[in-house]
C-alpha cells in the first residue's frame, strides 16, 4: 500500500520527467525554434490536415498553421492537395524533415545510453515498464488516453 509520502516522491519525479522532456530538443541538437515535437506530430499522423496537428498538440489552429508554416519554410515538410478535398492541404515530412528527426532520435538514445551506461539492463527495464504502467494507469483513472507527445489525445 502506498503512502502519502511515497506518491509525494513520485509527483516530484514526474515534475522532473516533465523539464526533463521540455529539454530534449535541446539534447537532440535539434535547434529550429518551432521545435522537435510538432514535427514529430507531423510525421506520426502524415499524411495530415493541419487542424489534425493542431488537436494532437493541443493549441489553437492558428498556432499549429505557423508551426507548420515555420517547418514548411525550413524544408521540414511539404503540403500536398488532399486528394478527397482539392480545397485542403495534407501536410508530410520532406525527407530532410525525416533525417532531422532520425538525428535527434539517434543523439537522445545516445545521450540516454551515457547517462544510464552503469545502469543495468535490469533497472533500465524496470523503469521502463514501471513508466508504461504509470502512463496506463494514469490513462485508465482519466479516461484520457495520452498520445507519444505525453499531451492528450483528441
Known sequence: MSTPSTIESLVRAVYGLTALKRDMPRLAGFDHPV???????????????????????????????????????????????????????????????????QRAHDRIVEFFSAVLADWSPAEITALTDGLARLRSDYERATGHALNATGREAA
Open 35 to 101: 521545435g522537435l515535437v510538432p514535427l514529430a506530430v507531423v510525421n506520426r499522423l502524415a499524411p495530415a490536415r493541419v487542424k489534425d496537428v493542431a488537436q494532437e498538440l493541443h493549441v489553437d489552429l492558428s498556432v499549429a498553421s505557423r508551426q507548420v508554416a515555420a517547418l514548411e519554410a525550413a524544408g521540414y515538410i511539404r503540403r500536398d492537395a488532399d486528394p478527397d478535398d482539392r480545397r485542403a492541404q495534407l501536410i508530410s515530412p520532406t525527407s530532410a524533415g525525416t533525417a532531422a528527426l
